[in-house]
């Protein structure tokens, strides 16, 4: 069961297609001139452990048919139904609120009219200012900042030199990262993995 896979209130959940589809987008790319040999080896190894990490959940006959119902009452894509039935059907077996993260405002709206609290992960983009961040002596993790307005924790890690932003984070466990001895260890395994992250652009 989904429920006994999930020992922590915080996890990142996606449908099992998303392998797929992550590989065509970044191999389109990749094709198109956007990514490099170098650049694509990076995203694509972030991208395996990050997947590695999620609730995965499966494509079968549940998913297809709360998906089929779904394009009834949404203007929606076959593989964004998919999507948006996944989670509906997470949420059905876990009895906890989600929230659904995409850049499709389409999609997006759909899954608030279907009782999903939506996050449009565009909005990510905006510029945003990055808070001061506090040196550590870890030989991983540079530094590390806390948006306590955002839930944002930033983390600027020494190699490679790269500061990531993770969504959702409480406060508690800002200061938790902070005090414990390994940074690293304390990030693997209360951070990475169950909250969205990606990469600042500050």
């Known amino acids: 069961m989904v429920r006994q896979s999930i020992q922590d209130e915080q996890f990142v959940a996606t449908a099992k ?9 970044l191999n389109r790319k990749r094709r198109e001139g956007g990514l490099g040999p170098k650049e694509y080896a990076i995203a694509i190894k972030e991208f395996e452990a990050e997947y590695e990490s999620c609730v995965r959940i499966e494509t079968d006959d549940t998913v297809l048919f709360l998906a089929r119902d779904l394009t009834q009452r949404h203007p929606l894509r076959a593989l964004d139904a998919i999507h948006l039935a996944a989670a509906t059907s997470l949420k059905s077996e876990i009895g906890e609120a989600l929230v659904f993260a995409t850049a499709d405002r389409r999609l997006l709206g759909a899954a608030e009219l279907e009782g999903l609290k ?55 466990v800002f ?26 652009e500050d």
């Open 17 to 25: 297609i998303a392998y797929v589809e992550t590989y065509s987008g």
């Open 118 to 172: 939506g996050w449009y992960v565009e909005e990510e983009r905006e510029e945003t200012a990055v808070p001061d961040m506090v040196i550590t002596n870890s030989a991983t993790i540079r530094a590390a900042g806390y948006d306590p307005k955002a839930s944002k924790l930033y983390v600027q890690f020494r190699k490679p030199a790269k500061t990531y932003v993770y969504v959702g984070v409480s406060e508690t």
């Open 175 to 200: 200061t938790g990262l902070m005090r414990s001895r390994s940074k690293a260890a304390y990030l693997n395994r209360y951070v990475a993995g169950r909250y969205p992250r990606r990469e600042s």
